[in-house]
């Protein structure tokens, strides 16, 4: 026996012994008693409302005001698991060295300083202090630039220690005033004009009690003791559409870098693309419902906006219907996870992809252990986490490096396969699927027809009937 606590052992087999009358009585009751007192009711109730019904009903229940869910709604709507890539072995020969496949990309090559990355999935608007820790923020700067790609300011200001981290930053205009004036402006690499997200819906009002602002981002926002943050539905001083037309372009005419305008995915979405095309944006990026976010309600989360596939296929079949797709570069945004996610959403149209959620969870990898089984690993990553100071932002930034370097090469061999030499060189003609609805809406190939083998195909750009590809 030990002398502190006794035998382990000992103690394990004695809690054995006293659970087991408990565990008969309850098994007893479970295979005897009816309903109204049979501890299994709780299955069933959990099965007609879910077990995450009955969490947020007790949340509801202790807190009596409004939920903020993390990272996002756990509903995906996007059938990118229904699509897949068409990989080409004999007609049309698989590119020879999927390590030499271009992976580059341009947002806004129209503008005076165009913004050129090596990869096409850029990090997403994730603000410092209403979002996330500033060493996270480091983290996040720090790995994308290791990777080639840039990382966003989202709704806050460019700290220092951001944009040191950052090779390229992209600074969110946004209607909590934060990022703003030339002194911001001019240290961005692009300038990204923030009018909606997925998470939301859409804009809407949310504060920051001063009690939860320190010291460094009071400094950073330019708030005064005492003072809290407030970002509005609308932008200051905007009342209608022409308003916005004219508040981006005259931060076109102001600056070099690629300005864009974002947007949450809407079945309206082709009404709020003809007020973007009458301005002189570079680029647009839109912001599916499956987006996260750091504070929003699940009932906006689960019930508002358009799925990211549906908001991407409308706006780059509405932009080609109008004769303006080449004049925006076009980010698409929301629940996007996979290396299979980005390569379908640059096939359909994109040029770039906005990660966020996928982004932090690569960041912390084995990180999450300091805070789990007790707390979510966000607590790491989080303004207002726990463990925030926990954080090795050397770790998280070359993990977060190593998971888009992972993506990338997986990307490159897809589109050897598919017969390309560039991920830019993807288009619809690449995709195919089982459902037919999916692919009249989309555009795409449909597995269970023949008449589009009949269709002509073409080969390293040109374009051939059937019959020349046909045995004679």
């Known amino acids: 026996m030990r002398e502190n606590g006794g035998d382990p052992m000992l103690l394990s087999w004695m809690m054995m012994k006293l659970m087991d009358p408990m565990a008969d009585e309850v098994m007893a009751k479970m295979f005897t008693e009816d309903y109204p007192d049979n501890p299994f009711l709780m299955v069933t109730v959990a099965e007609k409302l879910s077990p995450r019904a009955m969490m947020e009903a007790a949340m509801r229940a202790e807190l009596g005001t409004e939920l903020t869910r993390p990272l996002g709604s756990p509903l995906v709507l996007s059938p990118w698991d229904k699509v897949l890539l068409n990989p080409k072995q004999l007609f049309q020969l698989p590119y020879p060295d999927y390590k030499q496949v271009a992976t580059k990309t341009v947002i806004g090559p129209a503008a005076k300083r165009p913004l050129e990355l090596d990869i ?16 996270m923020k480091r983290a996040l ?148 419902s499956e987006g ?58 994109a040029d770039a992809v906005y990660i966020g959620t996928i982004a932090l969870m690569a960041a912390l990898q084995a990180q999450a252990a300091k805070a789990l089984p007790q707390a979510p690993p966000t607590q790491l990553a989080m303004y207002t986490g726990q463990l925030a ?25 897809a589109v050897q396969a598919v017969g390309k030499q560039a991920l830019a060189a993807l288009d619809r003609s690449d995709l195919v699927t089982v459902e037919r609805d999916l692919a009249e809406f989309a555009g795409i190939r449909y597995a269970a027809s023949r008449r589009q083998y009949r269709q002509p195909v073409a080969v390293e750009g040109v374009q051939y009937q059937p019959q020349e590809l046909q045995l004679q």
């Open 292 to 349: 996260g976010t750091s504070a929003s309600n699940p009932t906006l989360q689960d019930n508002v906006g358009l799925p990211t596939f549906h908001t991407l296929v409308r706006t780059v079949d509405w932009l080609e219907e109008n004769n303006l797709r080449s004049r925006f570069s076009l980010i698409v945004a929301g629940g996007l996870t996979t290396p299979g996610h980005f390569l379908k959403a640059l096939a359909l149209g």
């Open 120 to 135: 096409p999935i850029m990090i997403t608007g994730m603000s410092y202090g209403g979002s996330l820790s500033l060493p």
């Open 141 to 288: 700067a720090q790995g994308a630039a290791l990777a080639g790609t840039s990382t966003n300011t989202g709704e806050s200001a460019v700290t220092d220690e951001e944009r040191e981290a950052a090779r390229y930053l992209i600074g969110q205009y946004h209607r909590g005033g934060q990022l703003s004036g030339q002194e911001q402006l001019s240290r961005l690499d692009a300038i990204e004009i923030q009018l909606g997200q997925g998470a939301w819906g859409g804009a809407v009002d949310e504060s920051m009690a001063a009690d939860k602002i320190g010291r460094h981002l009071r400094q950073a926002w330019h708030l005064e003791e005492g003072q809290g943050n407030t970002v509005y539905a609308r932008m200051p001083g905007k009342q209608t559409p022409q308003d916005y037309i004219a508040m981006v372009n005259e931060m076109k005419a102001q600056y070099d870098v690629p300005v864009g305008v974002k947007i949450a995915g809407t079945d309206y979405i082709e009404y709020e693309l003809a007020v973007i095309a009458q301005t002189q944006a570079d680029y647009i990026v839109v912001d599916g």
């Open 389 to 413: 100071d926990k954080l090795n932002v050397e770790l998280a930034a070359n993990h977060l490096a190593n998971f888009l370097r992972s993506c990338t090469a997986e990307m490159q061999l």
